[in-house]
């Protein structure tokens, strides 16, 4: 076990200077399943970095490489200057993890647990003060197997930081949480940026990643398919205010573009949204068009563009929850 | 050696919080005790022994054969040697113990020494397994009063005293050797919740290493398996009188070896399974067979021989006949070598497979 001394000369031996966490032409295979093909990214120290992406694009895959617990088909991967293959004990101990999926003691309580896995690293966070950032106070005593989905989800999110890690990984760490819990959740991961830690995270919501991250790169089919930060992302795709409606069938989408003042159009059934440089003009053009074809314009709403535009924009696809 | 011993301390609190697990270590095979001992209350078993005594008087058979006569449970049949290896044959006799005059008894100043060739039935397996130690223990001592040396084992002694072997004697110790195999082998599933409940993938990014991981849960499982066996023996012992004997250090190795074996098992059966549900009928086949067949509460003699190569391979017919020798006898530790040998060999087999079928994830 790395002694007090021992971590002070890591720490100068790695500098502040490497990144965070590094990923170089990552692949990785299940069988016929190209679960991830070609990533690449850099997570500069101090920062909050995301993978935004749906379901299967290979996240989890991604960031449990980069924990040390899947092996990678080929690619490299560096985790505080080092590779975690190598150096595991040495690594592990200055990361913080949070899987996907809770796995606590079901017959240990919440104080137990975090007592428990405290004892595994040199450095060691303060237990009562992670219950109370938490909201577990009341439930500290309790078993974990009894404890509510949002009640494991957020215990599971505290032992990632019991070692007072460098570096956390949060695999969707607000899935399950009311908007409360959320919020206090986003709160806890932006103080931990404060303190000059270092945050991965992967989430569905857009909201969180716009929030929260300073870089973000969506990710799709295995592939990183945008990258920037989430306004950088947001400005380079649209230059655009986003007119949207509902219809269903879908109309023609060359008609559409053809509309005064559009930019480009975007159709996920029933959903159809046209981006548009000119609103005055769009909009007298829709709703000519509209009543010429005889058809509704069901919810028309106006609004800027969002990470949500730029996800379907790149993907095609809507990110659902 | 911090997150050894908190490990430990986890498992174990994880344990005793376990109502279920609890229920299977202790009250399971408690209310066994209980339902058997109180069944077999009154059956003492007798066994048959022929006896085939030289034609001249000699001082060694003599005390051999009053050494016998001192034991409760067996009836001795004495009788020509053909008529004995008979009655042998046809299920009569449990052993036949043929006494030989000294080859030359001039040759040497020396009391003389008799020899004593022992033939039994291979189908009665356990009645060998009591009486066999008793036959050795009563020469040992003849052979000591001969040569005038001091008995340097007083456990002996009582045990050849031990008289009335009971039902309750005969089957605590299989129930004790069933008790740890049950405890070991259905670790399995215990091992299948922590893979699926990603316990094991979550230590897995943390410094903590693998052997610190296993090597915590085995120390608890096997303290877990002295503790079982303890109650066991002391319910034996004061709801039903039972006689123990040996040296209860000698029992706690014996069951650390046999846990350890069984608990390997287990380790393998759980990568074999997917799910809990799909390891419940594997950790049956591997049972069922072991709990008919290995001696330990029914007697193997109705089996018939073609089987009996079989209950010779099965880990836990060496398991119970140690356990069973080292508490009816008080033996020594070196009978049970062979016993321990087999059970070594089993462990390492055990250890193999867990290596190529545990899975952490
Ligand atoms: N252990 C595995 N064996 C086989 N295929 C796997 C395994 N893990 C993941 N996959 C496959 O790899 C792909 C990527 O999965 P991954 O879990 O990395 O996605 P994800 O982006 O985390 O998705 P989600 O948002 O649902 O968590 C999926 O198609 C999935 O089915
Ligand atoms: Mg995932």
């Given at each position: 076990m790395a002694t007090g001394t021992d971590a002070v000369v890591t720490a100068v031996g790695d500098g502040a200077d490497t990144p965070a966490a590094q990923v170089i032409d990552l692949h990785k295979r299940y069988g016929s399943v190209?679960?991830?093909?070609g990533i690449s990214f850099t997570v500069p120290r101090g920062t909050i970095f995301g993978m935004l992406g749906p379901n299967g694009a290979g996240k989890t895959t991604t960031i449990e490489i980069l924990e040390g617990l899947r092996e990678p088909t080929s690619g490299a991967t560096y985790v505080l200057g080092r590779e975690i293959r190598r150096d595991g004990k040495r690594v592990k101990d200055r990361i913080g993890v949070q899987l996907q999926t809770p796995s606590l003691f079901?017959?240990?309580?919440v104080r137990e647990v975090l007592h428990l896995f405290a004892t595994f690293y040199s450095r060691r966070a303060d237990v009562d003060e992670l219950i109370g950032a938490f909201g577990l106070g009341e439930s500290a005593g309790r078993k974990t197997s009894q404890l509510s989905g949002g009640q494991q989800q957020r215990l599971s999110v505290a032992l990632a930081l019991v070692n007072d890690p460098e570096l956390v990984f949060l695999d969707?760490?607000?899935?399950?949480?009311d908007p409360q819990a959320r919020v206090a959740l986003w709160d806890v991961i932006a103080r931990l940026r404060e303190r000059g830690k270092t945050v991965l995270l992967t989430t569905h919501y857009m909201e969180e990643a716009e929030r929260l991250c300073d870089e973000l790169c969506i990710i799709d089919h295995g592939q990183i398919v945008a990258q920037g930060s989430p306004a950088e992302l947001i400005a380079r795709n649209f230059h655009e205010q986003a007119v949207t409606f509902q219809m269903d069938p879908p109309p023609d989408v060359e008609a559409l573009r053809l509309l005064?003042?559009?930019a480009s159009v975007a159709v996920d059934p029933p959903d159809v949204a046209c981006y548009t440089r000119d609103l005055t003009g769009t909009m007298a053009g829709l709703l000519e068009w509209a009543s010429a074809m005889g058809r509704p314009l069901d919810n028309l709403l106006v609004r800027r563009a969002s990470l949500e535009d730029v996800f379907l924009k790149i993907t095609g696809r809507r990110l659902r929850e | 050696m911090k997150d050894f011993w908190a490990l430990t301390r986890a498992w174990a609190v994880s344990l005793r919080r376990d109502r279920t697990a609890l229920f299977w270590s202790f009250a399971f095979p408690l209310i066994f005790i209980v339902i058997f001992g109180i069944a077999f209350k009154n059956t003492n078993p007798t066994y048959d022994v022929g006896l085939v005594l030289p034609q001249q008087q000699d001082p060694t058979a003599a005390a051999f054969v009053q050494g016998l006569q001192h034991v409760g449970s067996f009836k001795l049949h004495e009788g020509s040697e053909s008529a004995e290896l008979a009655a042998l044959k046809d299920g009569k006799r449990s052993v036949v113990a043929v006494v030989r005059p000294p080859a030359n008894a001039s040759a040497s100043p020396a009391p003389s020494g008799v020899a004593i060739d022992v033939y039994l039935d291979p189908a009665q397996l356990q009645a060998t397994q009591v009486v066999m130690p008793i036959l050795r223990a009563v020469a040992d001592r003849v052979d000591r009063q001969v040569t005038g040396t001091q008995p340097l084992v007083r456990i002996e002694e009582r045990s050849v005293r031990a008289q009335n072997l009971k039902y309750i004697d005969f089957f605590l110790p299989g129930m004790v050797a069933f008790s740890v195999m049950q405890g070991g082998l259905w670790m399995a599933v215990v091992f299948i919740q922590l893979r699926e409940g990603r316990v094991l993938k979550r230590f897995g990014a943390t410094p903590v290493s693998r052997p610190v991981v296993v090597g915590s849960q085995t120390l608890v499982r096997l303290v877990v398996s002295i503790i079982q066996s303890a109650v066991l023996v002391l319910a034996g012992r004061f709801m039903f009188n039972a006689h123990i004997g040996g040296n209860p250090l000698v029992l706690a190795a014996l069951i650390v070896l046999g846990g350890l074996l069984f608990l390997l098992l287990g380790a393998a059966i759980s990568g074999l399974a997917k799910t809990e549900e799909a390891a419940v009928p594997i950790v049956n086949v591997v049972a069922m067979p072991m709990m008919f067949l290995s001696g330990v509460f029914w007697p193997v003699a109705t089996f018939p021989s073609f089987i009996q190569p079989l209950i010779r391979v099965l880990p836990l017919t060496y398991f119970g006949d140690a356990v069973r020798q080292l508490m009816t006898?008080?033996?020594?530790?070196a009978p049970l070598w062979a016993d321990m040998a087999v059970m070594a060999a089993w462990v390492v087999v055990a250890a193999l497979l867990a290596v190529r079928f545990f899975r952490w994830e």
């Open positions: 190209q679960a991830v093909r079901p017959q240990l309580t969707e760490p607000t899935t399950g949480l005064p003042g559009v | 006898s008080g033996t020594r530790i």
